[in-house]
């Protein structure tokens, strides 16, 4: 009984450490939708699953963040009729790249070993999410 209540403790402690970020993704969403209205996306993604992969590649490079907020973020560009595409190619790039932290990486890691793993990481993101989106659209 023990053991459980410490489990217990340790999940409302982790709860309420995760409540700062779980508020922000809802101002985030919420600011999302009263700013950025359908025909901005419309017009940011025009449907060529070529041309949509690399914009969302791109922002999700720029608007690097956490996993669980690329999630509901994504879905909310699904939403608002953004190609799977761009959405796929979006949250694979918010996870695996990002310019904000570039300058800690090549601290800790070096010039080399960083520019290598964001080619790939790159290259990842286009190939996995063309792939993904195509076989998701394809099974639908």
Not at 46 to 59: E, K, M, R, S, Y
Request: charged share 10%; proline share 2%.
């Amino acid at each position: 009984m023990h053991s459980f209540l410490n489990a217990l403790k340790k999940a409302a402690k982790n709860m309420l450490s995760m409540t700062p970020m779980i508020l922000a993704i809802v101002g985030l969403v919420g600011l999302f939708q009263g700013f950025v209205t359908r025909e901005m996306l419309a017009s940011l993604f025009g449907g060529n699953p070529v041309i949509d992969t690399l914009i969302g590649t791109f922002a999700g490079m720029i608007a690097v963040g956490q996993a669980m907020i690329s999630y509901i973020l994504g879905g909310e560009l699904l939403d608002q009729g953004v190609s799977l595409y761009a959405v796929a190619a979006f949250v694979l790039a918010w996870v695996t790249l990002g310019i904000v932290q570039l300058p800690m990486e090549i601290e800790v890691f070096g010039g080399r070993f960083v520019l290598y793993r964001n080619v790939l990481a790159f290259v990842s993101t286009i190939l996995v999410a063309t792939a993904a989106a195509g076989v998701t659209l394809w099974l639908a």
